[in-house]
């Protein structure tokens, strides 16, 4: 299921808006896993950047915060600021 309305609580229904999701785009490669995983639609942001690297960023105004993203990223490029 995709969620297409910005959420107020993570996956558990606790709501989570003293944290973000961010992306360490030194760690990052690009897979995309995260977005994969995400269940709401604009949460992640992909877009490249002049070199052509693929950069994924949260849009905090979409994320639920649930962590999901964080927790299949096999870089660890994902966390909680």
């Known amino acids: 299921m995709i969620i297409q309305k910005p959420i107020e609580t993570d996956f558990m229904g606790v709501l989570n808006l003293k944290s973000t999701v961010e992306t360490n785009l030194d760690l990052c490669i690009g897979c995309k896993t995260c977005v994969d995983q995400c269940p709401v639609e604009n ?36 966390h909680y600021a």
């Open 43 to 78: 949460a992640i942001i992909v877009s490249q950047n002049e070199s052509g690297r693929t950069i994924v960023q949260t849009n905090s105004d979409y994320c639920g915060r649930c962590g999901r993203c964080i927790g299949v990223c096999t870089e660890k490029a994902r």
